[in-house]
């Protein structure tokens, strides 16, 4: 088990890892996907969308060892990461790892990002021109493939075939963010064919417990949730044991 997963706190069980859409440096909500229209989020779990104090609030609601954070100016716009933001959700959750998405395309951003100590870089598929970068950064990134609807986004190897994986893989429907529609279990399981031995994060359409359970009946190892927390549709004693 290497650190990254250990770091998760389930103990084996099945991971459910909380999600921060960071635009223009405040928590943004994310609705279908459609990134261009996300507005600052209003939650329930902090007073305004400053990343560090929805991040604690997203901790204090469901204790995770894990925090996902996607940098949308980076990977939209191709920005430099929000290093502030992302020091303002470590500092309010400490002992919580981020894994963090800012668009990394190239070998010269991505090492200057791990120079950072901000976190686990994860290279989306959309971001990729080819597969070079997974392939060279596989045993300290985690890999997204990324869909949008039937359209799978980035090059079409690293969703055909799973032999430069790495251990940690995402598999993000980004159309059924925060849609609540439930996750992509096709999707999950056509990962699961591709490689028996990777770990699987369902990412995009969780509504609740049942879908926690269904995520982990199609192979999924955990769950990248943001609006079912932030809702209270999901709570921790909804957390799955092993």
Same mark, same amino acid.
């Given at each position: 088990?290497?650190?990254?997963? &250990?770091e998760g706190g389930t103990d084996g069980g099945f991971a459910v890892i909380p999600?921060? =859409? $960071?635009r223009r440096g405040q928590v943004v909500r994310a609705r279908h996907g459609a990134r261009d229209a996300y507005a600052p989020i209003e939650t329930p779990l902090a007073k305004g969308s400053s990343p560090g104090a929805v991040a604690a609030g997203l901790i204090a609601a469901l204790p995770a060892?894990?925090?996902?954070?996607? =940098?949308?100016?980076?990977?939209?716009d191709g920005t430099p990461p929000d290093l502030a933001s992302?020091?303002?959700?470590?500092d309010a959750c400490p002992g919580v790892a981020l894994w963090v998405d800012a668009g990394f395309h190239d070998? #010269?951003?991505?090492?200057?990002?791990?120079?950072s100590g901000l976190g686990r870089p994860v290279i989306g598929s959309e971001s990729q021109s080819d597969g070079g970068l997974v392939r060279r950064y596989r045993a300290?990134?985690?890999? &997204? /493939?990324? &869909?949008?609807?039937?359209?799978? /986004?980035? #090059?079409?190897? /690293?969703?055909?075939?799973?032999? =430069?994986? #790495? =251990?940690?893989?995402?598999?993000?429907?980004?159309?059924r963010v925060g849609a609540g529609s439930g996750p992509d279990l096709a999707a999950l399981a056509h990962a699961r064919a591709l490689s028996p031995r990777a770990r699987l994060y369902a990412a995009g359409g969780v509504r609740g417990p049942e879908d926690l359970r269904a995520a982990r009946l199609a192979g999924a190892s955990g769950? $990248?949730?943001? &609006?079912?927390?932030?809702d209270g549709?999901?709570?921790?004693?909804? /957390?799955?044991g092993p």
């Amino acid at each position: 088990m290497d650190k990254a997963f &250990s770091e998760g706190g389930t103990d084996g069980g099945f991971a459910v890892i909380p999600v921060i =859409d $960071l635009r223009r440096g405040q928590v943004v909500r994310a609705r279908h996907g459609a990134r261009d229209a996300y507005a600052p989020i209003e939650t329930p779990l902090a007073k305004g969308s400053s990343p560090g104090a929805v991040a604690a609030g997203l901790i204090a609601a469901l204790p995770a060892g894990i925090l996902y954070v996607a =940098d949308l100016d980076a990977i939209i716009d191709g920005t430099p990461p929000d290093l502030a933001s992302l020091r303002a959700v470590r500092d309010a959750c400490p002992g919580v790892a981020l894994w963090v998405d800012a668009g990394f395309h190239d070998a #010269p951003g991505l090492a200057a990002f791990l120079e950072s100590g901000l976190g686990r870089p994860v290279i989306g598929s959309e971001s990729q021109s080819d597969g070079g970068l997974v392939r060279r950064y596989r045993a300290r990134a985690v890999l &997204s /493939l990324d &869909s949008r609807g039937e359209e799978r /986004l980035g #090059p079409a190897a /690293l969703h055909d075939g799973a032999r =430069d994986w #790495p =251990d940690d893989v995402i598999v993000m429907t980004l159309g059924r963010v925060g849609a609540g529609s439930g996750p992509d279990l096709a999707a999950l399981a056509h990962a699961r064919a591709l490689s028996p031995r990777a770990r699987l994060y369902a990412a995009g359409g969780v509504r609740g417990p049942e879908d926690l359970r269904a995520a982990r009946l199609a192979g999924a190892s955990g769950a $990248l949730v943001a &609006s079912a927390i932030h809702d209270g549709a999901l709570r921790a004693g909804h /957390l799955l044991g092993p």
